[in-house]
């Protein structure tokens, strides 16, 4: 599309509006802003739209990160895990083959660079590992259960000996202050 006004007549008349604009802005800042009052439905609304649109945000984030993370995590299994359909194509990382063949004929191993797989454990693997770790924290949990009850079992009757000793004292220090008293 070409246009009739060369781009300097343009740029001039854009200035132009711009100075007319700042002048009249400097004309009108002496007089105070009014803003006109909306009504309390289009406030409430408004409010209403805005929250609902960061609440859709926020969980199209936490969806969208929680699937990432659910598809790292299943990656690094060595046995396939159930397929989830995902908003962009997964990522795959292919071992790299070695011939042992170059181009002259004979066999050099030590040219070409070999790439090792890194070890990945198996779903079942991380379960009987999960489980085992499990079981031994329940049996510790249980085993410090059983000491803080077999010690709270002293500690109440080392705390009614103490409570005894001071109601004692304090009954002494009353029959004292009471004799003082009428002594006189």
Known sequence: MQYSKPLSAILLGSLLLMGLAMAQEDRSSDA?????KRGIFWDFFQKMVITKNLIVDQYTDT???LNDIYNTVNEQFSDPGPAKPTSRPRS???KASVSGEDSGGGSSSSDEPTT?????????ELGRILGRNFRGLQRLAMSEFGE???ATKYNLKEYKSEADQQFANS???EKKNKL?????
């Open 32 to 36: 105070p802003h009014v803003r006109h």
């Open 63 to 65: 969806r969208n990160t």
């Open 92 to 94: 795959t990382t292919e």
């Open 116 to 124: 090792t797989e890194a070890y990945r454990i198996s779903r079942y």
């Open 148 to 150: 803080a009850l077999n």
């Open 171 to 173: 009954l002494a220090v």
């Open 180 to 184: 003082k008293s009428l002594k006189g």
